[in-house]
Nanobody, 122 residues
Framework: QVQLVESGGGLVQAGGSLRLSCAAS????????MGWYRQAPGNGRELVAT????????NYADSVKGRFTISRENANNMVSLQMNSLRPEDTGVYYC???????????????WGQGTQVTVSS
């Protein structure tokens, strides 16, 4: 069993900052890509940012480029999202994602956290 636990959400005024963190635990052999997705009320889940296993390649939604930074600590199976210059349209539930192998040579299994609410007031 694999668990992803997010923390760091909350209420912030426009222009402010928040830092989200996600820790993965359980039956993990290795973690491939990790990422953050978000879902606003009435909308589908959308990609915010992803990062490769070595941390050398990152990918961001156009709407957050230059404002958000994704990073990871492989020793602790953690991924973080630093969010600056927040806007009301950044409001939503943010989900951590990890692609995990359970043993050497196994397939990748997709896991999600329970989500953390981010609310940006205008």
């Amino acid at each position: 069993q694999v668990q992803l636990v997010e923390s760091g959400g909350g209420l912030v005024q426009a222009g402010g900052s928040l830092r989200l963190s996600c820790a993965a635990s359980g039956s993990i052999f290795s973690i491939n890509d990790m990422g953050w997705y978000r879902q606003a009320p009435g909308n589908g889940r959308e990609l915010v940012a992803t990062i490769t296993s070595g941390g050398s390649i990152t990918n961001y939604a156009d709407s957050v480029k230059g404002r958000f930074t994704i990073s990871r600590e492989n020793a602790n199976n953690m991924v973080s999202l630093q969010m600056n210059s927040l806007r009301p349209e950044d409001t939503g539930v943010y989900y951590c994602n990890a692609k995990v192998t359970y043993w050497s040579g196994s397939s990748l299994y997709n896991h999600w956290g329970q989500g953390t609410q981010v609310t940006v007031s205008s």
